[in-house]
């Protein structure tokens, strides 16, 4: 996929089909984020693939959907949650913090995942101290977020951005998510 086209195509999704994602898929969106950039280098980063459903269902109350939307409309339903996550560390005994970091790498397992035909859900409203008892996290890590992935079962589009940041969804379920345009972000050019 052309890059312009794969950012433009590149939206948050929250509904799935049920298809499984291949263990190679799933690999391949550690290698993009391997490939990301590293502030010194030092690649703190570590990673956890959940595919198997049963452990799915576990995660699944463990994150919060779509705040901006009406409670009823934000989670997906049983049959259309997601098929395999990946849950983000940080070793901060290799570096504390990260942030940067955990940008850069999110944001290639995101555009990676699009261009596997993909939809994905980064997500930081997680219960982090839950997920660690449940997948026997060891302190050291800090749990950064988790990102949900399936097949899309869902539509978005952007729009232009008239006074709210806030998405929403159209009576056929199709999202949409304002974004400022290029001349209100430009703060000056000299
Ligand atoms: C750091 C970060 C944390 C996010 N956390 C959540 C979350 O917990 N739950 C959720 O449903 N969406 C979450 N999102 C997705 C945003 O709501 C989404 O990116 C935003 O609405 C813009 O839509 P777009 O990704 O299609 O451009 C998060 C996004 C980012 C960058």
Request: charged share 30%; with cysteine.
């Amino acid at each position: 996929m052309e890059f312009k086209e794969l950012v433009k195509k590149r939206r948050t999704i929250r509904r799935f089909k049920q298809d499984s994602i291949s263990i190679d898929t799933l690999k391949s969106l550690i290698e993009y984020a391997r490939l990301a950039p590293s502030a010194a280098n030092v690649q703190s980063l570590r990673y956890i693939i959940v595919k198997d459903s049963d452990v799915c269902q576990k995660i699944f109350p463990l994150v919060r959907w779509a705040a901006n939307l009406p409670e009823s409309e934000r989670a997906p339903e049983s049959e259309r949650r997601p098929t395999a996550y990946v849950i983000v560390l940080n070793d901060t005994e290799i570096k504390k913090g990260a942030k940067y970091d955990i940008g850069a790498a999110v944001q290639n397992i995101l555009l990676g995942a699009t261009d596997e035909g993909l939809g994905a859900c980064w997500m930081g409203s997680i219960e982090r101290d839950k997920l660690r008892i449940e997948f026997s996290i060891p302190e050291k890590y800090e749990i950064t977020h988790v990102i949900s992935l399936g097949y899309p079962d869902e539509k978005s589009k952007i729009e232009p951005f008239k006074g709210s940041y806030k998405y929403w969804k159209d009576e056929n379920g199709l999202m949409h998510v304002p974004k400022i345009s290029v001349e209100e972000l430009i703060f000056k050019i000299e």
